[in-house]
């Protein structure tokens, strides 16, 4: 499908891509970028990547698939970067967390010949250890990729869009910027928040190390997402800090409503709040 693909950031989810779309047969050639010369060896100790380059520009030219697998806030300096370096009708994609702030980036950064080109991808897919050394193959594989195209962006783009995440067995969904950001606030962004304050909470108090001694599965299974990268979640974060405050309030009001029953002894209707939590939960499927 492609014959060259530039990879800009050879990091887990960069590194993933390119094992998957090497395995799946869809790129010739992958010629990869990081802002460090240790992950761009290290892409190419695991075959992630052919040829290892230093600026970003230097692997967007040639290429007919670009990827951008950097944190959202280099998007724009990024995509300037490369501006020049792309030829006529590259796909170009990132695989950013916010979609709002990146489709913001690229109207200031591209030209209006490369523009349509660009469709914001978001993956909803990672693991809890970071770096290329991490990369799997079948990373996207079942996993909901969301795009979020604009009325600008060319149909023949966003339908070679499609079919790559599709080629990797992912499943492609498309969405709005705005609406993408308000979904993920509630689903992603406020739950990594959540499990940020809960292990600072912990670990502040003088005995936090003796409490994380009695923490078993469920403690583990909650708060294994406070351990991703802190860099990438500060940016995500403060890019959609607005959806994140106001989901945050709708929590808020929630565990008030719970306290609420801790403080009067209202087991009625602390069973129904917890009945209807349950409920919910079970009923849940991902992806459903």
Request: charged share 15%; proline share 4%.
């Amino acid at each position: 499908m492609f014959r060259q693909l530039g990879l800009i950031g050879c990091g887990l989810m960069g590194g993933s891509f390119a094992l998957a779309v090497r395995q799946a047969g869809l790129v010739e050639r992958v010629v990869g970028y990081s802002p460090t010369a240790r992950s761009r060896d290290a892409a190419l100790a695991l075959g992630a990547i052919d040829t290892a380059v230093d600026t970003p520009a230097a692997a967007a030219l040639g290429s007919d698939l670009v990827l951008l697998a950097l944190p959202v806030a280099s998007t724009e300096v990024t995509l300037r970067a490369i501006c020049d370096a792309l030829a006529r009708e590259t796909l170009v994609m990132d695989v950013g967390s916010t979609k709002s702030d990146v489709v913001q980036a690229a109207a200031a950064a591209l030209g209006s010949a490369q523009l349509p080109w660009f469709v914001p991808a978001h993956p909803i897919a990672g693991k809890a250890q970071a770096g290329v050394a991490h990369s799997q193959a079948d990373l996207y594989q079942n996993c909901l990729v969301v795009l979020t195209p604009g009325a600008g962006t060319n149909a023949q783009a966003v339908a070679k869009a499609h079919q790559l995440w599709q080629a990797l067995q992912s499943r492609v969904r498309e969405m709005t910027p705005a609406a993408h950001d308000a979904g993920f606030a509630a689903v992603s962004h406020l739950p990594h928040l959540l499990a940020f304050a809960l292990m600072n909470a912990i670990t502040e108090q003088p005995n936090g190390a003796d409490l994380l001694s009695l923490a078993g599965p469920g403690f583990r299974d909650f708060s294994r997402i406070a351990a991703g990268d802190p860099a990438l979640w500060r940016d995500v974060l403060l890019a959609n800090r607005l959806q994140v405050q106001e989901q945050s309030a709708l929590f808020r009001a929630q565990l008030d409503a719970l306290e609420h029953c801790l403080e009067h002894g209202d087991g009625a209707q602390l069973s129904t709040l917890i009945s209807q939590a349950s409920t919910a939960r079970t009923a849940w499927k991902m992806g459903g």
